[in-house]
């Protein structure tokens, strides 16, 4: 059987050809609208220490400014944290217990890595945020705390779970140990030669991976003593082969990637840093500005006054 359309027929057929191209279209935005809602902005997590008491969990939620049950709360073991941190730290320093809690925030694309930290006193948050970028962790809001001072060093653990929890993702295994293995040896840096120089070494060294690939250890150590003299610090053998070890460790990670994420940090410091002196300069014209008022003023008193 053969059919035949009139003008109208044809234009009424095409018409709901249209339509049904355009339901299936709006179907599909859904469908991904539904799948990118399954982690969003502010979806966050707790994660707290499994030794802790019911008080010293209290103190945490006070320091986070979080109201307990009102966020998803998972636990860290030892075990757990002693999984990441064997063989890079001391265990004196890991201890028998899991005491570092962790509050994760994911924020909008672009957004960048936030750090806080309470009773940690061996990590800083440039510390933290260098690793986490090493380990793929990005856009998140994070507060390390702890009931009582604490190194932090196994708070790396925590925030890996949560942001995994939060993400429904994996991070990458090698990427997460290599993300510790640079947290402890900035912190032993810094103890000798300071947390800002520390850091600074070692994302100038992570911003030549792609040249160190090719490179003998000997050729890394002279890149290392340039990188740490551009800073006036002067490196001993032992830390230069420690940075050389950390070097090898990070080639192992996508190179390319991790040296657009680390970029990607320093823009987002950069921003940061560009907002508050906006900010300061806002509020010393105010200031100045109220200043010039109250001057006014007390002038037209004291004429009045005369």
């Known amino acids: 059987m053969i059919f035949t359309f009139t003008p109208e027929g044809r234009r009424t057929a095409l018409n709901r050809i249209r339509k049904r191209l355009l339901s299936l279209l709006l179907a599909a935005v859904m469908l991904l609208s539904v799948s990118a809602a399954v982690f969003a902005e ?3 997590r707790v994660v707290i220490g499994a030794d802790l008491t019911d008080e010293q969990i209290a103190t945490v939620y006070r320091l986070f400014g979080v109201e307990r049950g009102s ?10 944290e002693r999984s990441y941190l064997k063989g890079y730290v001391d265990d004196k320093v890991i201890g028998k217990y899991a005491i570092s809690c962790v509050y994760v925030e994911l924020l909008e694309e672009g957004k960048g890595l936030s750090v806080d930290t309470y009773n940690i006193t061996w990590c800083t948050a440039e510390m933290y945020k260098n690793a986490l970028v090493t380990a793929g962790v990005k856009d998140a809001k994070i507060i390390v705390a702890a009931p009582f001072e604490v190194s932090g ?15 429904g993702g994996t991070l990458d295994e090698t990427a997460k140990a290599v993300g510790t293995q640079e947290l402890t040896i900035t912190g032993e840096l810094a103890e000798e030669i300071g947390n800002l120089d520390a850091t600074e070494i070692v994302t100038g060294l992570k911003e030549i991976l792609g040249e160190t690939v090719k490179m003998s250890d000997e050729e890394i150590r002279r890149e290392i003593i340039n990188i740490a003299g551009e800073y006036n610090v002067t490196l001993s053998d032992r830390q230069i082969q420690q940075l050389i070890d ?5 080639e192992g990670l996508d190179a390319d990637a991790l040296k657009d994420r680390v ?15 906006k900010a ?6 105010l200031s100045r ?3 010039s008022v109250s001057d006014f003023f007390s002038q037209v008193k004291a004429f ?3």
């Open 304 to 306: 009045f006054g005369k």
């Open 153 to 167: 060093t196994a708070a790396l653990t925590g925030i890996y779970k949560a942001y995994e929890h939060i993400t």
């Open 289 to 291: 500005f109220a200043s």
């Open 263 to 277: 970029v990607e940090a320093q823009q987002t410091i950069k921003k940061i840093g560009e907002a508050k002196d």
């Open 246 to 250: 950390l070097c090898r460790s990070l």
């Open 71 to 80: 966020v998803e709360e998972l636990t860290v073991t030892n075990a757990e």
């Open 280 to 285: 300061v300069g806002f509020y010393e014209k």
């Open 42 to 44: 502010g979806d966050s």
